[in-house]
């Protein structure tokens, strides 16, 4: 089981910056992959960035140049850095994990932050 909690979410300025985190406790060490959706409201959750156990970064094509996603391996937390922000950036932002053990791949989820860009 792993255990996922996002905090950094709240009402910011368009052009403003923020920074997400998300906590991972319980089996950390069977976690490959690490990542942040968004869900705006009436539409689908879609992938915001990825970071894989070794450092590789995948972003979504929506966020490209504005988010960077980062890792600690030492707090068993992973960041996403959202720059330039926009009223389109508001949504509830989910923290994702992938895992691998006894060969059986699972994914667990966060609760959410939201993030709310309006001035």
């Known amino acids: 089981q792993v255990q996922l909690v996002e905090s950094g979410g709240g009402l910011v300025q368009p052009g403003g910056s923020l920074r997400l985190s998300c906590a991972a406790s319980?089996?950390?060490?069977?976690?490959?992959?690490m990542g942040w959706y968004r869900q705006a409201p009436g539409k689908q959750r879609e992938l915001v960035a990825s970071?894989?156990?070794?450092?590789?970064?995948n972003y979504g094509d929506s966020v490209k140049g504005r988010f960077n996603i980062s890792r600690d391996n030492a707090k068993n937390t992973v960041y996403v850095q959202i720059d330039s922000l926009k009223p389109e950036d508001t949504a509830v932002y989910y923290c994702?994990?992938?895992?691998?053990?006894?060969?059986?791949?699972?994914?667990?989820w966060g609760k959410g932050t939201l993030v709310t860009v309006s001035s």
């Open positions: 970071i894989t156990s070794g450092g590789r970064t």
């Open positions: 994702n994990a992938d895992t691998l053990a006894a060969g059986m791949g699972m994914e667990y």
């Open positions: 319980g089996s950390i060490f069977s976690i490959y992959n």
